[in-house]
């Protein structure tokens, strides 16, 4: 096998124990057996130890000449002269000296290795009747299966049950698939790993054959655990899923076109689904390439996918989760402001996931980078080669790298196999120290694998980008390609209403650059992407034919990985104007409308945007004719339909009047810190705000509105806890001058306890309304129907009449964040202040909250001081006069 010049000094120091020391298989742990498990023990080792005899007997003589020729290579391999290297230790920053020997990072072994290897041929052909024999073949895999098994560890499985016991008596009757497993790779546990198949094989008529076959067989001894990704639920059933929604997405064409293709033994199906990552976050980057950034998907395999890393997850140290309040997977919260190694090589290998191709983690010491396939072989991404991970799959780094490259020859792997077995049979100690070690038999195992690589003219293809390892600057100079845009995608057109709809590449030059990136969408079309490297902004110029003056709304067609950005327009050289950037979480969205006054003919815009710039996809911009409307006011608060129970204050909030009363506080089935579900009884009534205080009350008490999101009647945000406080002081002193509050009232923050008995409104199930997920929609603003604040009370209400306690924005409330205990409690005001409880309670979920985060019990908290967060308010409490 041809040895790429890897070793460098930055990484030798970090992996010296990896290079002088073998990885060990734990023994496994004995099962303790029922009698009947005794009884399965003794007849699967019966059938271990005859197939052992046979094979032993079936044994080649090799010619003693070629047996000694290699023994002799062998020998010689081992006395080669050490090298002495210094060496830089990248984490410790010193220089020391090394000394290599039994390495590929010998210069003197690797030159010997080859004659070795020539020895080992000898005895190849020597022996080939044997090697090629069918027969032999599936004989030696059934050893391999029970050896590899356990006959313990099989009678333990199969003691479970009359099911349990059938799937393993299927598999040992089937030899066909017995050796099919086996090439595969095996399991940790064959009987779940049976399960698994048998179940993605009732779900789906075509996991029976070809190479969904083979996929479904590779996933399932690869993830024969009790549970895989969603804790909680059998591995079975969570495999069936993904490889439901995997076979749909490549019914699709969403998955690589390389997906059916992945050639050699099917091994590397074991490695398609992700190890930890969810469906949802599956789906979601699956959105995040077709909609934000589809060029990523056409680029050579080294970087096809992987590259939104270099593009998007810049390398810095910072605190998670960055945006508490939009309650985002950590996948989505790597988008936000990027992360070390570590988060990199998630978003790199889940990008790989979500299309079909293979990936694996890659770390080496104090560093987490990733590996993935390419048609022309594994490599290491944003980290060192292979040479120097720590494992691969809890395998030697490069002993993986050697089985991905021999696994590519069905034919010849099959002999590296049945060297390896019959060397098992044999009681031969396996390779190790890069196989200058080990057992006549297993030795040549590991020389046939070498000799696959060169025979097939495999090559090494190194690392890929290893020099943004812990940097966001390469030193390769990247080639920017340039597209040709068809005049179909450039024309500006104008419907009947006088809308103008401008396509994002009708600008001046549509030229790809360093800062802007023109691209074909994937569903027809054109786009641009904003990702500007540096301070500088970047012009989009545009002339466009107006058919009328007067005022149009502005908005921009965009789609969004990213929070807190803002755009800049330039209107005929005079105006400037900005345009907020929705969080669209992939999603294509307009933005906000902003009114632009423009004459009658050309007019030109200008398009950039502010710092940080990028992160941003553009479809188009449309321009559209505001329509005056007349408007009279409406009733008053108090007028338009407020009881008794309801009154209206100075500030024009509309307040309900809640009773006393208790309930069952917290959750069953939802997190920890909802548990254990507890009575609380309220004592004393109390007014609270219909809806959320609006930006106009805000402004009518405090000088200066923080919210993102601007608009007079949607909810205030990004006020910290002590903004609330002074808020609801400065509205009890000002109706107190005016002698509009009655004695003894005040205004406040409500407690947790009081938020919650107000948001169930009686009732006790998931939500204030019921337990539909599906109806959420009817009553709140949330991830699946909004991407900002929305304006309060347009939702239906709660059965006391409250808007929006689901959705929309959080909500704080006074107690500090603490822990629930079984006890009754009476009037609670929440954990004590001090160091263990930094957080205050917000609750109610917000405009970017799953529907699980709306829920009624749902509980969430963060420092008091700098929590100013777009999804993040309040809502008013007026004590009782007689309180």
């Not at 059938?47 to 003693?64: C, S, T």
């Not at 494992?391 to 002993?399: A, L, N, R, V």
């Given at each position: ?13 970090t ?11 734990a ?17 699967y ?5 005859d ?12 010619d003693?000449?070629v ?7 062998l ?5 080669v002269?050490?090298i ?28 010997k ?22 027969r ?16 313990n560890?099989?009678a ?14 299927d ?9 099919q ?23 789906t008529k ?8 083979i ?30 929604n995997y076979l ?15 050639g050699?033994t ?21 959105k ?17 996918y ?6 998007d997850?810049p ?8 945006r ?16 070390v ?23 080496s ?7 993935h ?31 991905s490259?021999?696994q ?15 060397g ?5 100690a396996t ?11 297993q030795?040549?195992?590991?020389y ?17 980008g ?31 209403n006088g809308?103008?709809?401008i396509?994002v ?17 994937v ?8 990702g ?15 058919p ?13 990985v990213?929070?807190?950005r ?6 005929n050289?005079?105006t400037?104007?900005?345009?907020d ?36 996809s ?8 505001v ?7 409406g ?10 129970n309801?009154i ?32 609380v ?28 999101f ?30 509009k ?9 409500p407690?947790?306890a009081?938020?919650e ?28 129907n909004?991407v ?14 409250l ?47 799953t ?33």
């Amino acid at each position: 096998m041809q040895q790429h010049d890897f070793i460098k000094s930055f990484w030798i120091m970090t992996v010296l124990g990896l290079t002088t020391s073998v990885v060990v298989s734990a023994k496994p742990t004995l099962v303790r057996l029922t009698p009947e498990g005794e009884k399965l023990e003794a007849h699967y080792s019966k059938m271990l130890e005859d197939l052992r005899k046979e094979i032993v007997f079936l044994a080649p003589k090799v010619d003693e000449k070629v047996k000694t020729n290699f023994t002799e290579q062998l020998t010689a391999l081992r006395k080669v002269p050490p090298i002495t290297k210094n060496v830089k230790d990248h984490i410790a920053k010193t220089v020391r000296e090394v000394t290599l020997k039994c390495d590929p990072g010998n210069p003197a072994f690797v030159e010997k290795q080859k004659e070795v290897l020539l020895s080992a041929r000898a005895v190849f052909k020597n022996s080939e009747v044997f090697l090629t024999d069918e027969r032999h073949y599936e004989k030696m895999a059934k050893f391999a299966f029970l050896s590899h098994a356990t006959p313990n560890h099989l009678a333990g499985f199969a003691q479970k049950g009359e099911e349990e016991r059938a799937l393993i008596g299927d598999l040992l009757n089937d030899d066909e698939l017995v050796a099919q497993v086996m090439i595969l790779g095996g399991a940790v546990d064959y009987g779940q790993a049976m399960r698994n198949y048998r179940a993605i094989q009732k779900a789906t008529k075509r996991s029976h054959g070809g190479f969904f076959q083979i996929w479904a067989l590779a996933a399932s001894l690869q993830y024969a655990h009790k549970h895989y990704v969603y804790s909680g639920i059998p591995t079975e059933e969570s495999l069936v899923k993904y490889y439901l929604n995997y076979l749909k997405a490549y019914d699709e064409g969403v998955l690589d076109p390389a997906f059916s293709k992945l050639g050699g033994t099917g091994w590397n199906y074991r490695f398609v689904f992700p190890d930890v990552y969810t469906l949802e976050d599956i789906e979601w980057i699956r959105k995040v390439m077709r909609n934000y950034r589809p060029d990523h998907m056409r680029r050579e395999y080294r970087w096809r996918y992987c590259r939104i890393v270099r593009s998007d997850i810049p390398y810095c140290s910072r605190i998670m989760p960055a945006r508490p309040d939009l309650n985002l997977s950590r996948i989505q919260d790597f988008f936000l402001e990027g992360g070390v190694c570590g988060p990199r090589a998630f978003v790199g290998q889940i990008s790989g996931y979500a299309f079909g191709i293979p990936s694996r983690r890659a770390p080496s010491p104090g560093h987490g980078a990733m590996a993935h396939w390419t048609p022309d072989g594994w490599t290491t991404v944003l980290g060192p080669h292979f040479y120097f991970c720590s494992h691969i799959d809890g395998m030697k780094p490069m002993e993986f790298l050697l089985l991905s490259q021999a696994q590519e020859d069905p034919e010849g792997f099959k002999q590296v196999l049945m060297c390896e077995w019959l060397g098992s049979a044999l009681g031969e100690a396996t390779p190790s120290n890069h196989g200058s070690s080990g057992g006549f038999w297993q030795l040549l195992g590991f020389y046939k694998k070498q000799a696959i690589v060169e025979d097939e003219k495999i090559k090494d293809i190194g690392t890929t980008g290893e020099e943004l390892a812990e940097s966001n600057v390469s030193s390769e100079t990247e080639e920017v390609e340039q597209i040709e845009i068809p005049e179909e995608f450039r024309g500006v057109t104008v419907v009947e209403n006088g809308t103008v709809t401008i396509p994002v590449a009708a600008c001046k030059s549509p030229k790809n650059g360093e800062k802007i990136r023109f691209m074909e969408s994937v569903d027809g079309g054109m786009q641009a992407h904003y990702g500007i490297i540096g301070q500088r902004p970047e012009l989009l110029a545009y002339t466009v034919e107006i058919p009328k003056a007067g005022k149009y709304e502005f908005r921009a067609h965009v789609c969004t990985v990213t929070v807190d950005r803002k755009a800049l327009l330039r209107v005929n050289r005079r105006t400037l104007l900005d345009v907020d950037i929705p969080y669209t979480k992939a999603d294509w969205m307009d933005t906000e409308p902003v009114e632009l006054d423009l004459k009658e003919g050309r007019n030109r815009i200008g398009y950039t945007h502010y710092t940080p710039n990028k992160g941003v996809s553009i479809k188009h911009f449309t321009l559209k004719p505001v329509k005056m409307v007349v408007t009279t006011s409406g009733l008053s608060a108090s007028s338009a339909g407020a009881g008794q129970n309801e009154i209206a204050n100075t500030i024009g909030a509309r307040m309900v009047r809640i009773g006393p009363g208790s309930l069952m506080r917290g959750s069953t089935t939802g997190p920890g810190d909802e548990r254990p579900v507890h009575r609380v009884k309220l004592s004393k009534g109390f007014y609270m705000g219909v809806t959320e205080v609006t930006q106009e009350q805000w402004e009518s008490v405090m000088p200066d509105n923080p919210s993102r999101f601007r608009g007079a009647d949607r909810p205030v945000e990004n006020v910290v806890m002590a903004d609330c406080v002074e808020f609801c002081k400065l509205l009890t002193q000002k109706e107190r001058a005016e002698g509009k509050l009655p004695e003894g009232a005040e205004y406040r923050l409500p407690t947790e306890a009081e938020w919650e008995y107000a948001c169930r409104a009686g009732s006790e199930e998931k939500f204030g309304f019921g337990d539909s997920d599906t109806d959420l929609a009817d009553y709140a603003w949330f991830s699946k129907n909004s991407v900002r604040t929305q304006p309060v009370g347009k939702k239906k209400a709660n059965a006391w009449g409250l808007f929006d306690m689901h959705g929309n924005v959080w909500e704080w409330c006074s107690d500090w964040k603490g822990s629930y205990t079984a006890d009754e409690a009476e009037d609670p005001k929440g954990a004590p202040a001090g160091p263990s409880y930094g957080h205050r309670v917000f609750r109610g979920g917000s405009w970017g909250s799953t529907a699980a985060h709306c829920r009624s019990a749902a509980r969430n908290g963060c420092g008091t001081s700098n929590s100013r967060l777009s999804g993040l308010g309040f809502r008013l409490v007026r004590t009782l006069s007689t309180q």
